[in-house]
């Protein structure tokens, strides 16, 4: 989410002519919500699904579609001079077409040719107009000339169709378009092709029917990884632990697990094909050592005296000795995160040094948890240890910002010899 202290910017949200215009509204009032100042700008065909009037509302500012209205402002000129941010949603097939061949036929087009600030386009289109070469290709050159293209959701599309092509929900377009106002460079192709896997939220270990053993962890961090990573060209899996609630993130794989051992086996099979793998879940270290069938009721002859404990696998630990072992490759880029409180024997980073020594992967991620910090919330901040030794503090700001960083990390151990393909 935006941080309402951060200074107000300026937004132009283009919207194209899909029945996915819509979700727009949600969109232009996060920004406008957030403080920052917007301007629409829909083709003619868009406001045959929404009308000018709802987006002036929105924004608070005039609607216009053509180059002739308000000509002393010149606006086809100065809105994309003085824009921050530029986010086209939805991104039809054909608007992606006029923006590729440069064309300037209309107040969007032209505004796109004088932005000199990031650009991002979420398309909306049906699966057979995604995959189209041309498509491919217009979606190539926008890419090359440093336009952040979208890689579109999954679902049901117009009709009784469904696909790849569907607009992400309008909170997945907001928080790319968050981190972006947060760095402008958040989103390269510079993971494309790479196979990642991305362990996110808490397993729950059974007590018994009813209660289990668990965390706080929201699994927030694991999906703005997963989310990020595919945007920027890996082939994501995401093994997701289902108390998470979390809604898919597009163009990611997703398997669900409860337990620690569940994820073990997701993980295990996962990663024989991955360069990559992330392991941000928060895995329990011990599991009742007997599920009762029943629920356990108080007062009754069963109710325990105390529970029992026996210690879960240590996945993280195991991913390493295995590729050691040779069963995995031996540049398979390996991530853990070490959520850590300060005691007696040391503060969060101390304990993190020790985890790393203890593990053996290449990067470890440390956050200092407890009330009101890491857990549940959307913002983060810590450390990047290196197995060569190197640390980095991450400064705080939102999870998908931390996601980045971590990501240019992995990406420049991919660049040094680690598996890519």
Not at 58 to 83: C, I, K, M
Not at 118 to 129: D, G, L, S
Not at 135 to 140: I, K
Not at 321 to 334: C, F, K, N, S, Y
């Amino acid at each position: 989410m935006s941080d309402p202290s951060a200074a107000p910017r300026r937004i132009v949200v283009g919207v194209g002519g899909g029945i996915a215009a819509y979700k727009s509204c949600s969109v232009i009032r996060h920004f406008t919500e957030a403080g920052h100042q917007v301007h629409v700008i829909p083709t003619e065909a868009a406001l045959s699904f929404v009308g000018s009037a709802t987006f002036e509302a929105l924004s608070g500012n005039p609607v216009h579609t053509g180059v002739f209205a308000d000509v002393p402002a010149v606006p086809h000129v100065r809105l994309g001079q003085e824009a921050d941010l530029v986010v086209i949603a939805p991104a039809t097939a054909d608007l992606m077409a006029r923006a590729a061949q440069g064309r300037a036929d209309d107040l969007l087009t032209s505004t796109l040719l004088t932005a000199r600030c990031p650009v991002m386009f979420v398309p909306a289109m049906h699966t057979e107009m995604w995959e189209h070469p041309a498509t491919v290709d217009n979606v190539a050159t926008l890419r090359g000339r440093g336009a952040v293209v979208v890689e579109p959701a999954s679902g049901r599309l117009t009709g009784a169709d469904s696909g790849a092509g569907r607009l992400p929900d309008p909170g997945e377009i907001c928080m790319l378009a968050d981190v972006i106002l947060e760095r402008s460079d958040a989103v390269p192709r510079d993971l494309e092709g790479v196979r990642v896997v991305v362990t996110a939220g808490g397993t729950r270990e059974p007590l018994d029917p009813v209660r289990f053993l668990g965390n706080r962890s929201s699994g927030k961090q694991g999906y703005a990884l997963a989310r990020l990573a595919a945007q920027r060209g890996a082939e994501v899996t995401l093994i997701a632990a289902a108390s998470t609630g979390l809604p898919d993130p597009p163009a990611v794989r997703v398997e669900r697990i409860g337990t620690a051992s569940e994820l073990q086996s997701a993980v295990d099979a996962a990663a024989q094909d991955a360069e990559v793998v992330i392991m941000a879940a928060a895995v329990a270290d011990f599991r009742p050592a007997t599920r009762a069938d029943a629920k356990m009721k108080k007062g009754a002859a069963s109710e325990p005296d105390s529970v029992a404990l026996t210690r879960n696998p240590d996945i993280l630990k195991g991913l390493v000795t295995r590729r050691g072992a040779g069963g995995l490759p031996a540049t398979r880029v390996i991530v853990g995160f070490a959520a850590e409180t300060g005691d007696a024997d040391g503060d969060a980073l101390h304990h993190g040094r020790a985890k790393l020594a203890r593990k053996g992967c290449d990067l470890l991620v440390v956050n200092t948890v407890g009330d009101d910090r890491t857990f549940g919330l959307d913002s983060n901040d810590g450390w990047l240890l290196s197995a060569d030794g190197s640390e980095r503090a991450i400064e705080h700001g939102s999870k998908s910002l931390m996601s980045t960083r971590i990501l240019d990390s992995v990406t420049a151990l991919l660049g040094d010899g680690h598996c890519r393909p």
